[in-house]
Each structure stands twice: as C-alpha cells, then as structure tokens.
C-alpha cells in the first residue's frame, strides 16, 4: 500500500495518510502547535474526502518521545471525535514508554468518548488491532508504511517490520 499524502514531517513528529488510516509517528516533543495542526488535519479530512468514510488511527510513540502538556493533552483529547479506531504503539520498555502509555490511556479514559481503541507496545501488534477493527490496508502493509515514512524523513529511530 503506497503512502498517499505526508500531511507533516519534522525532526519529532511525522504525520501521513495510508488510504483509510492516519499515520502518526512520535519520535520528539510533543509540541502544542503540532498537535493543534493533526487537529487541523482530522477536521479537514472529515469534512472532504472522509465525510462518509471511516478514518482509523496508527499511533506511534518511540522511546525518544516526550508526552504533551496539559494543553497539548486537552488538544490530543479532540482528536478522539474523528477517527473509528485509534491504535497506539508505544515503542520500548521500562519508566519512560510507562509514563507515556499512561498519558494515552488517561486521554482516552478522561475523554469518555466511544472511540474504540488498542494500546499496545509494538507497531506489529497495533497495526494488527487496526486491521482487526476494519481497516482497508493488512497488518504488514501498514508496518511497511511507518518503515518507509521512518527512512524518508529525519527520523532518530529506525524501525524493523516483523516478518
């Protein structure tokens, strides 16, 4: 599956869209002016080319990642009205990838919206959530969009599809 548009691309953050699935890869700071524009992003999508279609979400945290403010959280939480499904890999182990799995999971439990969603600790696994709540594209197809996105911008981390 071919990346369809890379919407933002910067040293921390890189955001494209995989026909029907966002693609968000977090390898730096999560700025506020940042996470303002995703928002941007969501609503344009949902208001053209999304209207009447489903829009999923691929979350990728790396363990260089740094969780938003409150602001910024308050932010992330509006992104919840625009998307089927959210999937979260949050890369790593240990206090770090726990503090920030935490914050996700406490945007999602705080927001009290519907918004299905998986929170898991590989891309692997998360695009496999994806794929099990409906997505167009397959589990390796997504894996292979974030490897191609990672290797085309400035990223610090590189990423080994499975398999």
Known sequence: MPIDRVLYQSQDCTVALC???MIQIWEGPAHNDVLR????????????DFRARKL?????????????DATGRA??????DYFEFH??????????ASVIRSVIVGIL?????????AVTAS????????????????????ELCV????????????????G
């Open 147 to 162: 490897l191609a996105l990672r290797a085309t911008g400035k990223s610090k981390l590189g990423y080994q599809a499975a």
């Open 37 to 48: 524009s995703i928002l941007g992003f969501f609503q344009t999508l949902k208001n053209g």
């Open 109 to 117: 439990f705080l927001s009290r919206v519907r918004t299905k969603h």
């Open 75 to 80: 932010i992330a939480a509006k992104f919840l």
């Open 123 to 142: 891309v692997s696994e998360a695009a496999q959530a994806l794929v099990a709540a409906g997505c167009n594209a397959t589990a390796r197809d997504l």
């Open 56 to 68: 999923y979400v691929l979350h990728v945290v790396s363990e260089t990642a740094s969780p938003p």
């Open 19 to 21: 026909d029907d699935v």
């Open 87 to 96: 999937s979260n890999a949050t890369e790593g182990t240990g206090f770090r």
